[in-house]
């Protein structure tokens, strides 16, 4: 063993030495994200909703987007909440959209429309909770503030070499979080941290080599950074079908509404169904069930796969036939083309089989009787 791995094993690293080159790596490294070009709390605020459990890659369309609908807190809370679902389509996880809109209503009402600057009162707007309101009070108003995420627990664990029934609660990771705070520039150090968990301390594939940190970090000394974070075990994976009928009116396909309470309630999606055993027989039954509609399922159109939490889900678009005439219920039934239901507030995988069928592919020559 090498006289610094000896070192980075056996003793713990200093808070200024890890500042100075974790610090000094997020300065000269960073990815250049559009919301780390700004100050302003409001932004900065959209972009921590969006990337919960949602990635960059994903958030960048939507953020941009989001923002020139939406230019600030006051504009967000005049809106109707059918169109922050629309901007929001596709992002998934819609809960996040009506609490960021609920809240901005919070802030016109009670704080002129500004984000609060201290976290007593940014804990208490609707739906923000302690890692929100410490990610935006210490980016956008530089409040000593520690964040812990799935980023920052992995490169603490593995930084400190942490094991045993401790490092399990959330709380001892906070407090690590606190202590290691470069009080400075705690929104950069927050964001380093974040950021090398991302790109560089990576769950199954560490960059030790290259990370700017790794003369201190005590995993790479020991050989053990795949074995850290110790974790709660993970729930494994489903996979479940969901089939939909698509049924098509002169080029409009039929989109129906879910009910209010349930997950994603009140989204538009395309009549559809989990299907544990497979068959088209299944899809007629559910659908006269679930919304109503007596259809007679054809040739499969659209296939694609989506994920949701532990759910592997296989996406089937079956052409359909009504059996019935056409519902005219505005508020349960809807006849859109294409490009009026990207305007809709919709579920991500009515999105995909959308988009799965852009090419061409409508009319599906389908008439309604
Ligand atoms: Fe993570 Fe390896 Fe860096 Fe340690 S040396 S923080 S395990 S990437």
Known sequence: MSASARTAAGSRPRPAALHQALGGWYARTRRDLPWRRTRDAYPIWVSEVMLQQTTVRTVLPYYEAFLHRFPSIRALSEAREEDVLAAWSGL??????????????????????????????????????????????SIARGLPLPLVDGNVRRVLARLFALRGPEWLRDGPF??????????????????????????????????????PVGVHCRAKALGIALELPEGRARRAPVDVTVAAALVEKEGRLLLVRREEGRLMGRLWEVPQTSLESRGLPDLAREIQERHGLRVVPGALAVRARHAITFRRIRLEGYRARLRQPAPVDPERYKWVSPAEAVKLPTSSMTRKLLRGLKDGQLPLDLQVR
């Open 92 to 137: 998934g996880y819609y809960h996040r959209a009506r609490n960021l809109h609920r809240a901005a209503r919070h802030l016109t009402e009670r704080h002129r429309g500004q984000f609060p600057k201290t976290l007593e009162s940014a804990l208490a707007v609707p739906g923000v909770g302690l890692y929100t309101a410490s990610a935006v009070l």
């Open 174 to 211: 906070y407090n690590l979080a606190e202590e290691f705070l470069d009080r400075e520039s705690p929104g950069d150090w927050n964001q380093a941290l974040m950021e090398l968990g991302a790109t560089v301390c990576t769950p199954r594939r560490p960059a030790c080599p290259a990370c």
